[in-house]
Structures are given as C-alpha cells and as structure tokens.
C-alpha cells in the first residue's frame, strides 16, 4: 500500500514509517515540523534503507493538502499530525482547536474528493475523561478536562459521523495509553521541544544531566505505593499496532472501529524511577511534591478488544522501555541535531 502518514517526523510517526517500510509498504510523510525536526528524517532513511518521501508543509493549508492528493495516489493514511500539549492546550486553547480540527477537516476533505477512504487517527485514552473506570474499555462514555483532550474526542466524533454518513469509509480509531521508549537502535526516540511534562522525557533528562531531579506528583493516591498509574506502552509496540489496525481495515465489517493500545498492566512512578534507575545503573534524584492539576490516580487499559480483533499484543516490559529510552537518550543527549 502507498500510506500517508500525517506528523511522520514525530515521536509515534517516526516509528511507525520504520514499520511501514519494513512491513513492505511505500510511504509518503507529511509534517509541518511545527514540533520536529528535519534531522529525524536522515535517521528515517538510515534505518529504512531508503530515502523518505517527505513533504513539508501544514495540513491546515487545504490548497496544498488538495494539491498533494492530486498529484499522488494513496491508499490509506495514518493521521498522527497534532498539537500534543496539555498545558500548551489550556494556555492557548484556540490554537489548539484550530489545529487540530482544521487539519483533520483539510486532509479528510481532500481524501474524499480522491476516494482515499481508510484512515486510522491517533487518538489518546484521555478521552475516557476523569471519572472512567480501570480496566478502560472501548464502550466507556468519552469526556475530556482540557482543550487537548477535548480535541480528541471532538476528531473521534467528527470521523464517526463521517463514517456514519458513508459507510464505505473504514476508520480506526487508536486509544494510546502511555508511549514511551525508543527504537532498540537508538537513532529515534522522543525529543520533546521543551521543557518535558510527561514522565519518561523527564526522567531521561535527569539522568542525563540536564535537569535536577524528578518531581513526583502526588505521593498520597489511593494506588498501592500512592503515586501515579499508568498503562505505560513501548512505541514499538504502539507503531506494529498500527500496522495491525491499517492491515485489519480491509476487512472491517463497520467503517468505524475504536481500538485501546495499551498493555493493561498499570506501573506507578516510584516503580518506573527504579526500573530507570536500573537501566541506567544508579540511583536518580527526586522528591515527592504536591499533586498535578487535573491527574488522575490511575489509568489502564482493558486491551482485549484489540488482541481479539486485531491479534495485536503488547509485548515488551517496563524494563525494555527504560533500556530503549536510556540508549536513545544517553547517545542523543540533547536529542536530534
Ligand atoms: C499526559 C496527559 C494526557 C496525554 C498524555 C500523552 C496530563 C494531565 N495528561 O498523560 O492527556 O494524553 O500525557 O502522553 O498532562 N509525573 C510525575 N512527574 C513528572 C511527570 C509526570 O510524577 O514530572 C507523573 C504523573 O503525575 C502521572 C505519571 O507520572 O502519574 C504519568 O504522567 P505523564 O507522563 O504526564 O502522562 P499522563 O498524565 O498520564
């Protein structure tokens, strides 16, 4: 297949072409590099073996969206362009909804009129809301606490309507519980462009040197060791989920599917500062704070519908993920070039 595949220079993106291409598939990225940079694409090209199809421009530029599916046949698209940040989200909440609908709406436009019909969208477990209910299940009510995460539920509900309106569309949606890790060479990994708000980006900061210590948020959860759980996923295995959910829409009975990717086993922080510690072989410095506004206690996946339908299974430990993500970190400390 010829797959488009929407903020390919990023975190999940980049993973996921090495996968694609090796999985035999011919590929085209589109990144605005709003929050990449280009120097992921040579990694991309050493580690395919080929030299990415990369075009640089901003989905929300619908001229330019029409124009490259006028020019070029695809077969399916993965849509993982998108602003990211919570509190990025919460700050500038305009911005935020104005990206990521707009894109979407731009490129969904633009695969109608070309008769693309088979897209899977990266959406996030944070639209099972604050209130929902461990294991999270597929059918759980979908909510949001911020601009972010509301713009996930909106795009879910804008695709299944569309779904809804012409059932020959097939559409996945993808619940991420947590990715983190790196690919096992250490070429690509997670470089966020600031200061990191999620924990695994932190903690690899810490030991390499350029921040302090880790702040723990909250060490009074109703959790076992009282901090923080949650369904921590390998982007390798997150990326062959999605080739499992591209492969699995051929043969979709309904033109919309939801699909946790998760591991449905929870980890708290304390337990992942030690399995840190270990791949990197002392301790690290860190300190328990107050609680994060707008965190939950706990949060994992029921992962059975995915494995059932798409035989697809998370496999890789917690250990695994810390080991990928120091070798990433300790060889790239101040991330791409
Ligand atoms: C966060 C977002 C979520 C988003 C996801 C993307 C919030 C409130 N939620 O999820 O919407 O989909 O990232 O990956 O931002 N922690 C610390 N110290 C730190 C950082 C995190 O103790 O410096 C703790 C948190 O309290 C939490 C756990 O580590 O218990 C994981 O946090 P994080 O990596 O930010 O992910 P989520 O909050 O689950």
């Known amino acids: 297949m010829h797959v488009l595949v929407s903020g390919g220079a990023g975190y999940i993106g980049s993973h996921t072409v090495v996968q694609l291409v090796a999985a035999g598939h011919a590929v085209t990225v589109v990144d605005s590099f709003a929050n990449a940079k280009p120097s992921v694409i040579a990694r991309l090209n ?12 901003d989905l929300t530029d619908r001229d330019k969206t029409e124009h490259l599916f006028a020019h070029e046949h695809f077969d399916a698209v ?5 602003f990211k940040a919570v509190g990025e989200s919460v700050e500038k909440p305009l911005e935020y909804y104005e990206n990521n609908l707009e894109s979407t709406f731009s490129l969904v436009r633009a695969m109608r009129r070309h008769g693309v019909r088979r897209l899977v969208f990266s959406s996030s477990a944070t639209v099972y809301g604050a209130d929902a209910e461990v294991p999270m299940k597929e059918d759980a009510p979908t ?4 601009p972010y995460g509301w713009t996930k539920v909106m795009v879910e509900q804008v695709l299944r309507d569309v779904g809804a309106a012409d059932p020959t569309w097939r559409i996945a949606l993808l619940r991420y519980f947590n990715p983190v890790g790196a690919h096992s060479s250490g070429l690509v990994g997670e470089d966020p462009s600031d ?3 999620n924990l ?7 030991a390499v040197g350029r921040r302090e210590k880790l702040s723990i948020y909250g060490g009074d959860y109703p959790t076992p060791d009282g901090t923080g759980v949650r369904d921590y996923i390998h982007v390798e295995d997150l990326a062959a989920g999605h080739i499992a959910a591209l492969e699995k829409l051929a043969s979709a009975d309904e033109p919309v599917s939801t699909w946790n990717l998760g591991t449905g086993r929870g980890t708290s922080v304390l ?3 030690h399995a840190f510690e270990r791949a990197v072989g002392h301790d690290l410095p860190h300190e328990i704070v107050d609680r994060r506004p707008g965190d939950i206690a706990q949060s994992y996946a029921d992962p059975t519908k995915a494995e059932t339908e798409l035989g697809w299974k ?8 810390c080991v990928d993500t120091w070798r ?5 400390p101040d991330g791409y070039p």
């Open 46 to 57: 050493i580690l395919t073996g080929e030299p990415i199809d990369v075009r640089s421009f």
């Open 78 to 82: 993965i849509h993982f362009a998108g």
């Open 143 to 146: 909510s949001a606490t911020n």
């Open 195 to 197: 200061i990191p708000n």
């Open 200 to 206: 695994m980006p932190f903690l690899a900061q810490v």
């Open 271 to 273: 337990e992942m500062l």
């Open 314 to 321: 998370a496999t890789r430990t917690i250990d695994d993920m």
């Open 328 to 332: 990433w970190q300790s060889t790239n």
